[in-house]
């Protein structure tokens, strides 16, 4: 799943290479994709790019006021679920294309297209009135950036719940921008137990994982100079212990430990994480605290 590096860096790619575009129509294939009828995406036509950011996981891309007819600027919320891709072509799709979702094209002949992988269709995007963004609920609920990194403090009184960091990480209200890769690799650097709650988190321990938050800045900075102008389907994620059972630690040596779930698998180090203790099944959860 895309995650705040790799939505940044998309959102940052996107943004030189097609602001000041001029929108020639927009179509959207996929059945479920679009999740706004007013504005329609015939209001895109005539419009501008005016740039693309990112809110959390999610890519915004900004069209300007058009040709006077008062609506405004507009703007495109997308959620790029598991497997969406948001990416500029220099050609145009076929309605055919199975993996097409929304399709933005450009006077100049190239797209901006929404993609996704797969058969589930969970990718999304809203168009809506520019001024409506903020008030939007997938916005408006989100909880501070992860990057970057909010006031200590804040962190602080966000994680004090008694609920296991790995999931309570993931949650957009909590802190905005991770998910499952980057979770391990935050927790790994701040020598944290996956399972352990945050309201047990002493001072000292919400300090490290505060600071570990620079894993997500350092890998922007990665993808700033291996990523040439277009970014492509899968990116050279420099993961540490993600998706890494087995390994051996890149610290400490020790090896690499999973507990797999129905949708994710979380890695960690039993050595430096778990106080040497290896979860075999998540249903011994409990016993990691």
Do not use: N
């Not at 995650?3 to 927009?26: C, D, F, H, K, Q």
């Not at 999740?35 to 036509?45: C, T, V």
């Not at 058969?119 to 809203?126: H, I, P, S, V």
Request: charged share 30%.
């Amino acid at each position: 799943m895309p995650e705040l590096p790799e939505v940044e860096i998309t959102a940052r790619r996107l943004s030189v290479a097609l602001a000041g575009a001029e929108v020639e129509s927009a179509l959207a294939p996929g059945m479920v994709a679009l999740k706004s009828i007013d504005p329609p995406p015939e209001a895109l036509a005539g419009r501008r790019i005016s740039g693309v950011r990112r809110i959390g996981k999610m890519p915004l891309v900004g069209f300007d006021a058009g040709r006077g007819d008062g609506v405004g600027p507009l703007a495109m919320l997308v959620h790029l679920m598991s497997a969406g891709r948001l990416q500029a072509f220099d050609k145009r799709a076929s309605l055919r294309d199975r993996a097409s979702r929304v399709l933005i094209r450009l006077a100049d002949g190239r797209e901006l297209r929404l993609r996704e992988f797969g058969t589930k269709q969970r990718a999304w995007a809203k168009l809506m009135p520019a001024a409506d963004v903020e008030a939007d609920e997938m916005v408006a609920t989100l909880g501070p950036e992860a990057w970057p990194a909010p006031p200590l403090d804040e962190l602080a009184r966000g994680i004090a719940q008694p609920r296991h960091l790995h999931p309570m990480l993931r949650d957009q209200r909590v802190v905005a921008g991770i998910g499952r890769s980057w979770v391990d690799e935050i927790l790994w650097e701040a020598t944290l137990s996956p399972f352990k709650q945050g309201s047990e988190l002493d001072p000292e321990e919400i300090g490290r994982l505060h600071a570990a938050l620079h894993v997500l800045g350092d890998a922007i900075d990665h993808y700033e100079e291996v990523i040439g102008e277009t970014v492509p389907d899968k990116l050279p994620m420099p993961l540490r212990v993600h998706r890494r059972e087995g390994e051996p630690c890149p610290r400490c040596g020790a090896t690499l430990a999973a507990v797999h779930f129905a949708e994710h698998i979380t890695c960690y180090c039993p050595e430096e994480q778990t106080g040497g203790r290896v979860l075999k099944d998540r249903r011994l959860s409990r016993l990691l605290k």
